[in-house]
C-alpha cells in the first residue's frame, strides 16, 4: 500500500511538473518569437503590444477561470478545457501575419492559457499543506523555469532555423501538452457532488468579482497591498520585458541566437532558486522574501538600461547577462513568497480566486507597462526608460514592508489580530 501510495505521489509530480514547463515554455517561446516577427514590419510600440495583449488576457480572465474553478469544484476539468482552447488558439498564427492579426490571436491564446496558472497553483498549495506549501510552489516554479529557460533558448534558434508559420506549429503542439498532462492532475480539494449550472456559475462568478460585501478576506495581513506592489513591480518588469528581444539586438548589438543565450540566463537561476525559496518561505516567512523580490527586480530594470555604456560587445553582454540574473534571483523570491502568502490568509473555497486576482494585478501592469515603456523608449530612448523605472519596483518593496504583515514562520501575526 505504501509502495502504491509512493507511485501515485511520484506520478503526480511529474504530471504537475509537465504542465508546469509546457505551459510556461509555449508562453515564453510564443512572446519572444512574436516580438521578433511584430518588430520586422512595427514600431516600439507595437512590438510593446505582444505583451500588453496577452496581459490583458491574463488581468480580467484569470480571476474568471479562479472562480469558476472554486465555484463548481472541478479543477481538473477547468484545466484541461482551458489548456485545450489555448492550443487551438494558436494554429491561426500558421497563415496569420504582420501586426493586428497577430496581436489578436495572441489576446485569445491568453483568455485561455489564463485558466492555467490559478487553478494549479491551487491544487500545488493544498498539495502541500501549511508546513510545506513553499516547498510545493518552488518545486512547481522550478518546473515552470525549465520550461521557461527551453522558450528563450529555443526561440533564437526556432526564428534562424525555420519559417514563421512552421514556429507556430511548433507552438501549437507544445501547447497541447499542458492539456494532456492536466488530464493526469488530480484536485486535492474536489466536489464533484456540487450541482451546477451555467447561471450559477455565472451569478456566483460575477458575484466573487464585483463584490459589494463581504471582502475582509481582500484584507488579510494586508493582502491588498500585496496586490498593489504587485502591480508596480509588474509595471516595472513586463513594460522593459516587452522590449527586450528587440533592445538587446538593436541598441545592446547581441545576435538573436546570443540574445536566446542571455533571455534563457533568467529561467536557468529560477530552476535551482525556485526550490531554495520555496524553502526558505516555509523556514523563514514570505515576507522577506517578497521585499527582496520587488528590490532585486528594480535592480534588473537598472541594469539593463546600463547595457550600452560598455565600448565592447562582451562587456555589454556581461552587464544584460548580470541584469538578467537578478531578475531570475529576484523572481524566485517573489513568486514563491507570493503564492505560499496567499496560500496561508486565503479559505480554500477563495483560493484560486485570490491566486487569479494576483495575475489581475500582474496582468494590470502586463497591459500598462508596455505601451508606457514603448512611448517612454521614443521619446527618451530604452535606457533613461528602465533607468527610471526601476523606482516603481523600489516603491512597491517599500509598501510591502511597511503595510504587509508575515503570515507564516516565527514573525507570523494570526490573521484576527
Known sequence: MEASS????????????VAAAANKGATILMGTVMAIYVGRVGTPVAVSLVT????????????????????????????????????VS?????????????????????????????VMLTVVSERGG????????????????????????????????????????????FAAVVAVACLVVEDPTPDHDREVTLALIAQETVSRLLPTTGIDHLRTNGLQWLYVASFLRSLTVLGMTSLLPVYLVSNVGVSPLLMGVLLGINPAVQI??????????????RKLLIVVGLVGSGFYSFLLGLATLPDSLFLRALVAGAGLF?????????????I????????????????????????LGGMVGPPLFGVAAMVVGFEVTFVAASSLAWAGAALVGVRVTESHGPHAVPADD
Do not use: H, K, N
Request: glycine letters at 14%; hydrophobic letters at 55%; proline letters at 3%.
Open 52 to 87: 500588453a495583449t496577452f496581459f490583458f488576457g491574463l488581468m480580467v480572465f484569470s480571476p474568471v477561470w479562479g472562480a469558476i474553478a472554486d465555484v463548481t469544484g472541478r479543477r481538473r476539468a477547468v484545466l484541461v478545457l482551458s489548456a485545450a482552447l489555448a492550443a
Open 340 to 363: 505560499a502568502f496567499i496560500g496561508d490568509v486565503s479559505p480554500v473555497e477563495r483560493e484560486s480566486e485570490l491566486i487569479g486576482l494576483r495575475s489581475t494585478a500582474r496582468g
Open 90 to 118: 494558436v494554429l491561426p498564427l500558421t497563415f496569420v501575419d504582420g501586426v493586428l492579426g497577430p496581436l489578436g490571436f495572441r489576446t485569445l491564446f491568453a483568455i485561455f492559457a489564463a485558466g492555467f496558472l490559478p
Open 6 to 17: 509512493t507511485r501515485r505521489t511520484s506520478g503526480q509530480d511529474v504530471a504537475i511538473a
Open 130 to 173: 501549511d508546513s510545506g506549501r513553499g516547498r510545493a510552489i518552488g518545486l512547481f516554479s522550478s518546473a515552470a523555469a525549465v520550461g521557461f529557460m527551453f522558450g528563450q533558448f529555443a526561440s533564437g534558434a526556432l526564428i534562424e532555423l525555420f519559417a514563421r508559420s512552421t514556429v507556430y506549429l511548433l507552438l501549437a503542439g
Open 272 to 285: 535551482a532558486g525556485m526550490y531554495l525559496m520555496g524553502r526558505l518561505a516555509d523556514d523563514i516567512g
Open 326 to 338: 537578478a531578475l531570475g534571483a529576484a523572481f524566485s523570491a517573489l513568486q514563491t513568497g507570493i
